[in-house]
């Protein structure tokens, strides 16, 4: 399901992060920002991870990666299922061929 939403840009989670450091509270950020606690909290997560500080998610660049190759792996998986269904096509017209022409 698509995003209804396109995401903060990466400088505003930086700064969002960066006054998380500073010692206020995501609840505080969330009453000044637009961003949900939730959301201020997923922004303070990944920054910790991509400062190294976090080793349980994905850092933004493995992230990125990954988007990445699941966005190339996707078109030879396209390929082959229009090949399989080609092959299948063929198979049945061949069968049917050399049925109509044993008569």
Excluded at 30 to 39: G, K, L, Q, S
Excluded at 58 to 84: G, T, V
């Amino acid at each position: 399901m698509p995003r209804t939403k396109d995401p903060y840009p990466a400088a505003f989670r930086e700064e969002i992060a960066e006054l998380h450091r500073t010692g206020r509270s995501a609840e505080d950020l969330a009453r000044e920002f637009e961003p949900c606690v939730a959301t201020i909290h997923a922004c303070i997560r990944q920054a910790e991870r991509d400062d190294g500080k976090r080793a349980d998610i994905l850092s933004s660049e493995e992230r990125d990666e990954l988007r990445r190759l699941r966005r190339e792996n996707k078109q030879p998986r396209q390929e082959r299922d229009i090949l399989a269904k080609a092959a299948a096509w063929f198979a049945q017209n061949d069968a049917t061929l050399s049925m109509s022409s044993n008569s």
